[in-house]
């Protein structure tokens, strides 16, 4: 049975671009999609599939604190996810490579509200350095 003081909480999420730690980030989602190619053969009444290439697409969000998205441009740079739950089974890092921004906020604001920042983004690689593993 799932014990379940042992579910990851987001609440202790922390994202670090190039080694410094974004503390305005409250979101950060990424995934890999893989083209598969459809193949038929002779002989096979089912079709079957090829790993094809790979595509990394993320978006990481937050409260606007500083300007460094916006002098960053485009430039490529790395992005460290870390879930580190004190109750879990120990914490995971996956380092995201040459993450690249799709477009650049350069103003959204509303009187009276925090400004959010929203970064959509592709990366050409991934690597998982500290995997969680159950007991």
Known sequence: MLDASRVI?????????????Q?????LEASVEMEKRELNLVGNDWKVHKNGIKKGTGTMSGYKVTSDMINRGFNKFDIISKLDDPESYG???????RCMPDKIQ??????????QEETTFTFEGYELIDPIVGN
Do not use: C, M, P, S
């Open 9 to 21: 909480l987001g609440t202790y999420g922390q994202a670090y671009i190039d080694g410094v730690w």
């Open 23 to 27: 503390t305005h980030i409250n979101k």
């Open 91 to 97: 914490h995971e890092r996956v380092r995201l490579i």
């Open 106 to 115: 350069l103003a959204n604001w509303t009187a009276g509200e925090e400004v």
